[in-house]
């Protein structure tokens, strides 16, 4: 496959593509790989992953330099969005792994308390398959990989066709860290390779993409009864309240719609402004989106905002902001592409939206503010949740605990309130989408234990010849059996202070 540059039309750089029989030839190497490295003390393995941080740090400029030429962004955001996310990615999971990894004694309850024993004990899937997207092609490489490396799994990476080479990064820096190379291996290609390595035989698909994909792999996993997590697309409301400080809301507003040129699954997508600060507010907005430094196809410029990162993102962004121009909305800034020696999109805002355009009901994954009025903070709650997507969203309001309310209102996995776009770089905090936004959940306390089988392994206390319930029954089983329902369970017995402990 022959890849162009969206920043200048450019070819440059060719990859060969994995066929089946590539995947199941890596299945096999991994497969032995992981047998050994299942073998591999915890603390060893995070002491592993955890030198990939230095190999970045040590590469980061070529890292760099390759992920803009994947994708056109500007350098800022590549900092922003894959170098330091993937570097905290590695040492947050690197550090919880021997608390979250390691067998733990648990206690059991009530009456099986003085019998047996419980222990915990966190097994190996197997081999994962991981398939990563464009928009953030290293750091969300990165993150599942190291989580399922570190939980004693053997990983195989297909990323995605657009950024082939932010995934060979995510790979050789673990490699040169000590991670062993058939342990991890890339796999390039478009859908084709990607449904081979779904249907290969690996243990776990771990898949961030788009939601008819996401579909598929879902299905594809139910057949072979193996769990997947999917991360997948997002529609994402932000609230802008009376009480909010708009001027931050207005920065918040244009930041989290237009960076990373738009295309962020948990970015702001559509704004719900309250009636009586809307018109402050759009002022603001508008201020700060013309304020937003674009060079387009002008290289030698500074730009806070890249090229589009795939030809196919284009016609969609075009698609909803001429459907919002025709069905009255007003294209207050932007609207245009610029085509003439890359591929870029003019930073945009459209003002008097609605529920009838495409911009505020149908994923636009592009560098469009998009500004709904509202009466109150009740219709906004109806509005966001009016869709079929929910992965995050957001509050702005001066009253944390107003923000809260409206938070536990919205139809969505996650909220920020006076922020945006940051639930999935808050590692402890566990991310994943209802409705159409995704299956399962990565992050969180549970993210390195989702990539392994929880076996509990119970021990019984005092070795007796035999157990009560065990045969022979006789007459006196069943009554025995009655006797101790009445005195463990029975009414009376909750009123003892000891019991009720």
């Given at each position: 496959m022959r890849l162009r540059s969206t920043s200048n039309n450019e070819p440059f750089h060719e990859i060969t593509v994995s066929t089946k029989e590539?995947?199941?030839?890596?299945?096999?190497?991994?497969?032995?790989?992981?047998?050994?490295?299942?073998?591999?003390?915890?603390?060893?393995?995070?002491r592993i992953v955890r030198g990939a941080v230095d190999r970045l740090v040590e590469h980061r400029a070529e890292v760099i330099s390759d992920i803009r030429e994947d994708t056109g962004k500007t350098r800022a955001e590549a900092m922003m969005v894959e170098i330091i996310a993937a570097c905290d990615a590695i040492n947050h999971?690197?550090?919880?792994?021997?608390?979250?990894?390691?067998?733990?004694?648990?206690?059991?309850?009530?009456?099986?308390?003085?019998?047996?024993?419980?222990?915990?004990?966190?097994?190996?899937?197997?081999?994962?398959?991981?398939?990563?997207?464009?928009?953030?092609p290293f750091a969300l490489a990165v993150n599942p990989t190291v989580q399922a490396l570190l939980a004693g799994n053997a990983v195989l990476l297909k990323p995605s066709e657009v950024a082939p080479r932010s995934g060979d990064w995510a790979v050789r820096i673990l490699h040169e860290a000590g991670?062993?190379?058939?342990?991890?291996?890339?796999?390039?290609?478009?859908?084709?390779?990607?449904?081979?390595?779904?249907?290969?035989?690996?243990?776990?698909?771990?898949?961030?993409?788009?939601?008819?994909?996401?579909?598929?792999?879902?299905?594809?996993?139910?057949?072979?009864?193996?769990?997947?997590?999917?991360?997948?697309?997002?529609?994402?409301?932000?609230?802008?309240?009376?009480?909010?400080?708009?001027?931050?809301a207005a920065n918040g507003a244009v930041f989290n719609s237009i960076f990373n040129t738009g295309h962020v699954c948990m970015?702001?997508?559509?704004?719900?402004?309250v009636e009586s600060v809307a018109d402050e507010f759009e002022r603001l907005v508008e201020e700060k989106v013309r304020a937003v430094r674009y060079a387009g196809s002008h290289s030698d410029e500074v730009s806070e905002i890249g090229s589009l990162f795939w030809d196919r993102q284009l016609p969609i962004i075009e698609s909803h902001?001429?459907?919002?121009?025709?069905?009255?909305?007003?294209?207050?800034?932007?609207?245009?592409?610029?085509?003439?020696?890359?591929?870029?999109?003019?930073?945009?805002?459209?003002?008097?939206?609605?529920?009838?355009?495409?911009?505020?009901?149908?994923?636009?994954?592009?560098?469009?503010?998009?500004?709904?009025?509202?009466?109150?903070?009740?219709?906004?709650?109806?509005?966001?949740?009016d869709s079929e997507y929910g992965l995050s969203g957001s509050v702005w309001t001066s009253d944390d605990q107003?923000?809260?309310?409206?938070?536990?209102?919205m139809e969505t996995g996650s909220v920020q309130i006076n922020d945006a776009s940051i639930s999935y770089g808050v590692l402890e905090a566990p991310f994943g989408g209802m409705k159409d936004s995704g299956l399962g959940q990565v992050n969180g306390k549970g993210a390195l234990r989702s990539y392994t089988f929880q076996q509990p392994i119970i021990i019984d206390r005092w070795k007796r010849k035999t157990e009560q319930h065990w045969y022979p029954h006789t007459d006196k089983t069943a009554e025995e059996l009655d006797q101790m329902v009445k005195y463990v369970y029975g009414t009376w017995m909750k009123k003892l202070p000891f019991m009720r402990k």
């Open positions: 590539d995947v199941d030839a890596a299945l096999v190497r991994a497969r032995a790989a992981q047998k050994e490295w299942a073998k591999v003390p915890i603390a060893e393995r995070a999971w690197s550090a919880c792994a021997v608390r979250d990894l390691s067998d733990e004694y648990r206690k059991t309850h009530a009456f099986m308390r003085p019998l047996k024993k419980l222990l915990m004990h966190y097994r190996p899937l197997g081999v994962v398959g991981v398939i990563t997207p464009w928009n953030g991670v062993p190379e058939d342990l991890l291996q890339v796999l390039h290609g478009d859908g084709e390779t990607g449904a081979a390595l779904v249907n290969a035989g690996v243990q776990k698909i771990s898949f961030t993409g788009s939601v008819a994909t996401g579909k598929k792999i879902a299905m594809a996993c139910a057949e072979q009864l193996i769990p997947c997590t999917l991360e997948l697309g997002g529609k994402d409301a932000m609230i802008v309240c009376a009480d909010a400080d708009l001027e931050r970015g702001v997508e559509r704004i719900y402004v902001v001429e459907d919002a121009r025709k069905k009255g909305a007003e294209i207050a800034v932007g609207g245009e592409s610029d085509t003439s020696s890359g591929l870029f999109y003019k930073p945009t805002l459209i003002r008097n939206a609605d529920h009838t355009m495409d911009v505020m009901r149908k994923e636009t994954f592009g560098p469009i503010v998009s500004i709904m009025r509202v009466k109150d903070e009740d219709e906004a709650i109806r509005l966001a949740n107003k923000g809260i309310a409206i938070a536990k209102q």
